[in-house]
């Protein structure tokens, strides 16, 4: 049963999403722009700005060119390569500042489809455009870009793609341009993808895309980095950059400064600027690496387990079994092997007091446990577990009612001081303990949103980082888990983990390993209340993650 105001999977999972600010910084406006501009592009000293003057269309369109002089930009002439006859577009410089690629109808007027051209610096001194053959057919090539190494990479329609506009590369080899190849898929879709930005070192591709997901409006600005020669999934770079307009026209200036344009339509005419912000792109490389491994298969080969947490030292995991629509629900334990599986699942007796009891957690002293259970027809509360003298774990009794309320309690989460977060209607609570006993809850207005779902809390260990579950707009799927940084206190702005972990499946429970190094979720399909196939537990490394979670300063254009 899936409950509707902040959603919740009757055993105990939760939902909601978001994602920005640790990804870049603020977003400025550059200098140059002035309602009808866009497609910057700087020369390797950055005192030399070229970029597209347009007239809220594309009936007309040039290639302008700025200097900066003490600190200030130069009034913008028609670029010194640039034939004001022809609509041009797209320059771009090369990282060496020998070369400048743009994009012209030269030599066939109006009706010539774009092709690629260049222009080369030798001794010095400049020489005449000429078109690179070896990349231009009989369809538009359009922002072409090149590496430190000279391969051109550009976008393109034409047969023998994956659909729509694609991307392709023409190698720099043997002294000449080789005939061109398409990159592939996760970058090329069968929708239209287009305008890139390679690292010069091909470490990474920054484009335009309107086919991936998730999508925040007409073309979006996409990221996929090069693992040994294999594009990662691309992953949106956040609603602080996209918009419902198109983004487009990204380059990279010195070792982390995004320039892009956006177009808006307003009163029939477009409306473009360019823009400036700085990448976190270690943090970003970090989420593009994640691989996940599932972890509970040997021990349940049937897909019924979901959920996981450990005892203190790591060594012991519990996790719920269920069937299919979560209508029951025991915990198990099970015991992690010098291999790293988890064998021998054993069901906690004395814990299953009800026909659905879910959601343990142990404290870090392992002193207690706390659990979501639920009788005939009650919504679920929270239970705690101790000990007896004989180290026996003993029956569950429910917190006190100022805890647990008429409305739904579950998922909770505890601190090495035991303090207690918990999910309630969609909402994320923290109850801290004092003097031996947890006091009054208060909701955690930095996660909780008025119109989507929280819930789901995992903290890490060393108390520095929380994750949880959201469908806030921009997710890869129904919902999505999501990571907070605490600073001075306070949690950071939410972060989407990425299509590393989120998929159009639901990610949920996710929980820190003992050594705050792996994270720890389950993966499932619902419909209608029911559970599609398998419930997945998985685990991914996140500690190059963590180290590389910073919170950026803003940057001047």
Not at 22 to 35: A, G, M, P, R, Y
Not at 132 to 148: F, K, Q, R, S, W
Not at 213 to 222: A, V
Request: glycine share 10%.
């Amino acid at each position: 049963m899936l409950i509707i105001k902040k959603g919740l999977l009757v055993c105990g999972v939760f939902l909601s999403m978001a994602g920005r600010a640790q990804l870049h910084s603020d977003v400025k406006i550059f200098e140059l722009s002035d309602d009808r501009s866009f497609g910057l592009s700087l020369s390797p000293d950055g005192q030399t700005a070229y970029f597209v003057k347009a007239y809220g269309g594309r009936q007309r369109l040039e290639i302008m060119q700025s200097e900066k002089k003490n600190g200030k930009w130069s009034a913008p002439e028609p670029a010194f390569f640039s034939e004001t006859s022809t609509r041009e577009i797209d320059p771009f410089v090369s990282p060496d500042g020998c070369s400048i690629l743009y994009n012209s109808r030269r030599n066939g007027g109006k009706d010539k489809d774009l092709d690629v051209w260049m222009v080369k610096k030798k001794g010095g001194k400049w020489g005449s455009p000429f078109p690179v053959d070896a990349v231009n057919g009989l369809a538009h090539e359009t922002y072409a870009t090149m590496t430190a190494d000279g391969h051109i990479y550009f976008g393109v329609e034409k047969e023998g793609g994956h659909g729509g506009g694609d991307i392709y590369v023409s190698r720099w080899e043997n002294g000449r341009y080789q005939p061109p190849q398409n990159i592939g898929w996760p970058v090329n879709t069968n929708r239209d993808e287009g305008n890139c930005f390679v690292a010069s070192d091909e470490s990474y591709i920054i484009y335009s895309a309107n086919g991936h997901s998730p999508n925040f409006g007409g073309f979006d600005l996409y990221i996929s980095f090069n693992f040994n020669g294999i594009w990662s999934t691309p992953f949106n770079l956040s609603s602080g950059i996209n918009t419902a307009g198109n983004d487009f026209c990204p380059t990279v200036y010195g070792k982390d400064t995004l320039y892009f344009s956006r177009s808006v339509k307003v009163e029939g005419k477009l409306v473009e600027n360019m823009y400036s912000t700085r990448l976190n792109l270690p943090l970003l490389k970090a989420m593009a690496a994640l691989q996940t491994v599932s972890v509970l298969d040997k021990a349940f080969p049937d897909g019924s387990a979901y959920g996981i947490t450990f005892s203190p030292d790591g060594k012991t995991a519990y996790t719920t079994v269920s069937n299919d629509t979560r209508s029951l629900c025991e915990v198990y334990s099970i015991r992690k092997e010098e291999t790293g599986d988890f064998m021998n699942p054993q069901k906690m007796g004395a814990w299953n007091i009800t026909g659905n009891v879910a959601n343990p957690v142990v404290s870090h002293d392992g002193s207690f446990v706390l659990l979501r259970i639920s009788g005939t027809d009650n919504n679920p509360d929270l239970y705690i577990s101790g000990k007896n003298e004989g180290d026996q774990w003993q029956q569950p009794v429910p917190l006190p009612g100022y805890i647990n309320t008429a409305i739904d309690q579950y998922y909770p989460e505890l601190t090495p001081d035991h303090h207690l977060y918990y999910s309630s209607n969609g909402d994320v609570f923290y109850a801290e303990y004092r003097n031996g006993q947890w006091q009054v809850p208060t909701p955690v207005t930095a996660l909780n949103t008025p119109s989507f779902s929280e819930s789901n809390i995992a903290v890490s260990r060393d108390g520095n980082f929380l994750v949880f579950l959201s469908d806030r707009s921009g997710s890869y799927g129904s919902y999505d888990l999501l990571i907070s940084k605490n600073r001075n206190g306070k949690w950071s702005e939410p972060l989407n983990l990425g299509p590393g972990i989120n998929t159009p499946a639901m990610e949920y429970q996710p929980r820190f390993s003992p050594d705050n190094t792996e994270l720890y979720f389950t993966r499932s399909v619902f419909k209608d209340g029911k559970r599609q196939g398998r419930d997945t537990v998985l685990k991914v490394s996140i500690k190059e993650l963590l180290k590389v979670f910073v919170l950026q300063e803003p940057v001047s254009p």
